[in-house]
């Protein structure tokens, strides 16, 4: 980009006023502070797209940006210029706009839903020779990408292809407006239709107002009508004129005839474009490609789901590999109906040998058999499928810990076998769901059905919220300051002390808000958080006069569920239940849920305590003390793999401190496992096993921070073997006996850098 704008220029052709003037000259346009080249004169404009380009300006000026566009109030030291209007996106769209107008050469617009990017630059293929073209960098077809593409144009260019998408009514004026192209290709939208149009006439409608002064607008004859009604200016390109002999898949061969159509248009001849047509590039824009594990051909295309994209994704896959089979994997977790339904169409009519579709961020198990295979991988930035493929890429260089969605599926239908009819099921996801990681089990036990979620404390309700948890959440532990958050995400505090319930009344009547769902935590016998029996009397009159607050439910919580002396957990029973009482008599409010039972509870006491509800954890990942005799499964899978194995000879030692000495000539393995991934040092020398291809291999010396040693003198293994940390040989039960500790702690402590695969 070479714009050569002075400041006063500027100013004029976005409209803005300005803190002070300025001498200074602009040529280049920034919007993303991770693109700031400090060598060059820049101004910053703080766009909204997925973020608040307001919240980076401070970042700019470090980066050496002085002249700002703004349309918010921003706070920067005095010698920054800055420029406010109204609305950003559109000052921008205005100097694209003034910068297109420098030149007289033809714009050719591409627009419609699919085909754009394979279009334009087959186009720039065919045409290199007789033009010397700018185009769209990638696919920037947006409101900010058609505008940064026209600013990258020169006098040196002669003719531009520039791709424009759409997806709300009314967005193509201003890109007309800005684009003013002399040529269009029109490529249809397909039986997809944007969301935000109702109807796929108004769709086409809305892409074709980009075309309302062009001299010729090319589309195939099956877009004649829509043209026609739309009055536009119309070359048909008629598909069977092309004799487009060996192209199997239709829609990359009209992508192909249009390209070759308009390139003969613009004169380049026929016998030279037959001769092109064949050296068409592959496209792989975004697309990552690599050899993966068991000779997979892994296309990494997970980036964004749109149908443009996806075509060029599958034709890429489809042309370009030898590999027999051709697998897609998409995932569609957050995409709707409409979307789905041309999704689907599309890679159907590519007939995959398999296709996978992915809602849940699970893998499905099949998926991981597959081998000699291209893979394609599809799916939005908000999908979890980059950490997938990671998993299809590094299998030989990773550490990673597996989840069973299958077993924990089973494990929570299991428990709840062992409640009367009705019982409600909260499921406690706090730390993470137990380290699990922050969604994927959330997201799960959503779609499973179950009723309430709960965690430790604020933030980690905010976290569910922000990422699509619709369940009601109770908060174990409110801090007092969060009351704002808590409000704000509608999460459902537990109050355990008349101060906090006062300070919440408090808080809500300051908006007026009355009925607002809260819990009431009391003391049976955990000595940990609660109202104690004799605080209750006190308590129900305070309720009784704060119509801000509607309990929810009234909660204790066992101590001591896992003992085979079931005595403890009886007395607290039989507290809970006079407790109980005094609120029902207290409240006279039937609609509140008692409950007291977690997963031991539930497992040895389900029968008679369930009361309305009951709060499970670590029996949903199948390891209770009985969870063998109840038939819960273990759900998790700790792995790693060998990086190098070494030949010791007597006498000398390995690792840190050398407290490991070969009695004997023997084989080590080093693990790409330490204790920063929760691999404790306490397992150093023989106090930690793992197992290699079946035999169970004892920690040689000192667990180091990032890897360790092992005697693999018995197996047979080399570099890149798989290793069981904890899974069919190693169950978690012996992988905390031998860290004196539970399996609570040990699922907790797996480092967030270890990834996390979800299997089902
Ligand atoms: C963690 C927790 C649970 C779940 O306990 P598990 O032993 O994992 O079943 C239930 N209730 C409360 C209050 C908790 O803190």
Known sequence: MKLNLSHSKLIEVIGGSSNQDSSQIVDVIYYDTRLINTSRNGVFFALSDRRNGHDFVETAYDKGIRTFVVSEAVQLPSDAIVITVENTLRALQQVAKYHRNQFSYPVLAIT???GKTTIKEWLYFLLSEEFNIVRSPKSYNSQIGVAIS????TDEH????????????????FIEDMVSPALGIYTG????YADNFESQKMHAA???KLFKYTNITFTLTEHKSALRRNKINAELIDVNEWNAVDFTQLSYANNRIIAMHVAAFLGVQKEELKKKAD????????????EG???????????????????QALSYQFSSDERKDKIVVLDLSYVDENRRKAILEVVNSYQPTQLFIIEDNSIPKELLKVKDASILFKGSYRSNLKETVQLFKNRKHETWVEFDLKSIEHNVSTLQKKLPENTKTLVMVKASSYGTGDMNIPHFLQQLGIDYLGVAYTDEGTTLRENGIKLPILIMNTEMDAFEDVIRFNLEPSLFSIRQLEAFCKRLSEDNITDYPIHITVETGMNRLGFYPEDLQELIEKLKQSPEVKVKSVYSHLADADNTDPGYTLQQIERFKAMKNEFEQGLNDDSILFHILNSEGTSKFGNIAAFDMVRLGIGVFGYTSTSEDDGLLPSIQWKTTISQIKSLNAGE???????????KAMEIATLRIGYADGFRRSLSNGVGAVFINGVSCPVVGNVCMDMTMVDVSNTNCQAGDEVEIIGENITIKTFSKRLNTIPYEVMTSINKRVARVYLK
């Open 293 to 311: 594990q068991d000779n997979n051909l892994i296309i990494n295309d997970s980036y964004n789901i749109d149908i443009d994209a996806l075509e």
């Open 112 to 114: 419609g839903s699919l």
């Open 653 to 663: 030692t390995v690792g840190y401190g050398r407290t490991f000495k070969a009695e």
């Open 158 to 173: 002669d003719f531009a292809i520039i791709e424009v998408d759409i997806s709300h009514p009314n967005e193509m004026e």
């Open 150 to 153: 026209l600013l990258e144009m």
């Open 206 to 208: 809305e892409h074709l």
């Open 189 to 192: 939208v397909g039986h997809y």
């Open 279 to 290: 050296q068409l590039p592959v496209l792989s824009n975004r697309m990552e490609v690599f």
